[in-house]
C-alpha cells in the first residue's frame, strides 16, 4: 500500500513554462486535494475534487488547473509558470464524508526562476 | 469570510515545560477539526475533534473542542525535542463535501 504519491519531487521551471503535477492514491478515496504551503501561510487549498469526472475551485485557484479523468489520479496543472508560484505543493486524499482524516503526499518542492 | 486562525505563530519552549497551542475559527456549518504534526515532509494526522467527540488524549498529548467560544486547543505535556515542529490547525465545513480550510499553523521549538 503505496498510499498517496506525488510525481514529481522536485523541480525547476523558467516563467513561462507549464508542467503538471500528478498525485496518485492507491486507497480508493473519493475526495483529492491539491495544496499549497508558503512560509508563514499554512496550507493553501488550490483545487479539489469530490469524485471522478468532477473537480471544485479552493481559495487560491488562479494559475491553475485540474483534472481527474481517473479515480486514483489527480493532476494539477501550470499553463504558464511564474515566481510566485514557487512553493511546496502537497496532494491529499480521504473517503466521503465529513469526519475523516487527509493522508498527504510527500509534497513537490517547486521553483520558478 | 471563513477562516481558521492559530496562535501563537512562534513558540520556543525548553524540554519539560508544557504548551498550549490555540486555533479559532469562523465557518459555515462546522463539522469537525483536525491538528496535525509537521516535521520536514508531509503533515501527519493527530486528532480529530466533532460534535460528538470534543476532546481527545494520545500520550502527552491532548486536545479539545469549545464549540460555544468556536475554538479548540491542543496541549503538550513534558515537551521533548522530538516535539519541534510545525502544528497545523484544520476545520472541515460546508456542504457534505466536506471543505477543509488550515490555519496559518504554529512553529513549536523545544530546546534541549
Known amino acids: 500500500n503505496a498510499g498517496v504519491t506525488q510525481t514529481p519531487k522536485f523541480r525547476v521551471l523558467k516563467t513561462g513554462q507549464s508542467m503538471t503535477l500528478l498525485c496518485a492514491q492507491d486507497m480508493n478515496h473519493e475526495y483529492m486535494y491539491w495544496y499549497r504551503q508558503d512560509p508563514g501561510m499554512g496550507l493553501r487549498l488550490i483545487h479539489y475534487s469530490v469524485g471522478e469526472g468532477t473537480t471544485a475551485k479552493g481559495e487560491v485557484p488562479d494559475g491553475y488547473n485540474v483534472s481527474r479523468l481517473k479515480k486514483q489520479n489527480f493532476l494539477l496543472g501550470l499553463e504558464s509558470a511564474a515566481p ?20 498527504f503526499g510527500p509534497g513537490t518542492r517547486l521553483t520558478v526562476l | 469570510e471563513d477562516k481558521v486562525v492559530q496562535s501563537p505563530l512562534s513558540l520556543v519552549v525548553h524540554e519539560g515545560d508544557t504548551v498550549t497551542l490555540n486555533c479559532s475559527y469562523e465557518v459555515t456549518n462546522f463539522r469537525s477539526l483536525l491538528w496535525y504534526k509537521q516535521e520536514k515532509k508531509a503533515p501527519t494526522f493527530l ?19 469549545d464549540k460555544k467560544e468556536l475554538s479548540s486547543i491542543l496541549n ?6 522530538g516535539d519541534s515542529a510545525i502544528y497545523l490547525c484544520a476545520v472541515v465545513w460546508g456542504t457534505s463535501y466536506g471543505k477543509l480550510t488550515f490555519g496559518q499553523g504554529t512553529i513549536l521549538t523545544v530546546h534541549p
Open chain 1, 84 to 103: 510566485s508560484q514557487t512553493s511546496v505543493y502537497f496532494c491529499a486524499s480521504r473517503t466521503g464524508g465529513s469526519y475523516n482524516e487527509q493522508f
Open chain 2, 47 to 65: 486528532f480529530m475533534l466533532t460534535s460528538s467527540g470534543i476532546e481527545k488524549k494520545s500520550g502527552r498529548l491532548s486536545s479539545i473542542l
Open chain 2, 76 to 81: 503538550i505535556t513534558a515537551t521533548q525535542t
